[in-house]
């Protein structure tokens, strides 16, 4: 996955440059953290939106034509967004965006699914106080998704109602980036933690080996969370799945950094 970062706003950098008061670590950031779907990118099982596909920027859904979410629909929805507050630097994680499925199995024999979507994320930081522009970073990261058939033995996940679906997302680990020579580090925390994937489940999925993502019972509604926290610190990642950075990607915010003047 290619991720892509918005520059500074030339406004925006001219402020950091003349923030330049004094030298020490920030204590405090304001946030703001933003993320929709992108219908353009969002492909079904037939191709592109169709009459049984819908693609909008905080649902994507399928099923039977003209049907109800959550009856003989399914979705992938986004809310919580967008999210904003205050974040202490090695302190405790605040909220950002949740990721819903509604997976139902009753979708007709017609029915397109989901196959692939992109989600366009925006990350904004300021230190709190500073009266600056927010920095604002964005990114792009995939979805892969497997409406799998439920059949008894075939499931590519071992699932307590065959089959669980299968979402495969591309992302970023814990990042870095530099602010007035001090380094930071940016992560989000996904509850259920994202898990590295089996081959057989990457497979399924359409997507190659060590792949990370979640699976999701059938005829149930699934809600992912992600927190955001800021660290003085890498992140000690007990396990590669259990910290994903939702692909924003920060290595691009170095240049969220104030220049000192000369």
Known sequence: MTTTFAKFSLAALASVAVFSAQAAPVA?????????????????????ATSNGLAGPLEISWGVTGGTVGSNRSALQISNTPSSGVLVTDGA???????????????????????????????????????L????????????????????????????????????????LNEAFVYDGF???????????????????????????????????????????????????????PEPGSLALLGLGLVGAAALRRRKQA
């Open 133 to 172: 522009p927010f920095g604002a970073f964005t990114a792009n990261y995939s979805i892969n998704f497997a409406e799998t058939p439920n059949v008894a033995g075939t499931c590519a996940a071992i699932s307590a109602v065959p089959c669980d679906d299968i979402f495969v997302i591309s992302g970023s």
């Open 183 to 237: 380094q930071y580090f940016v992560s989000f925390f996904a509850a259920p933690s994202l898990t590295a994937l089996t081959p057989q489940v990457c497979a399924a999925a359409g997507v190659g080996p060590n792949c990370f993502g979640f699976t999701t019972e059938e005829f149930k509604t699934t809600n992912v969370n992600f927190n955001l926290v800021i660290t003085s610190r890498a992140v000690e990642v």
């Open 93 to 131: 994680s605040k909220m950002a965006n949740t990721y819903t499925h509604v997976n139902n199995g009753n979708l007709g024999a017609n029915s397109v699914s989901l196959r692939t979507t992109q989600i366009d994320a925006q990350l904004q930081l300021r230190p709190t106080g500073s009266g």
């Open 28 to 48: 405090q950031w304001d946030y703001v953290v933003n993320s929709a779907f992108d219908p353009s990118m969002t492909t079904f099982t037939s191709g592109r």
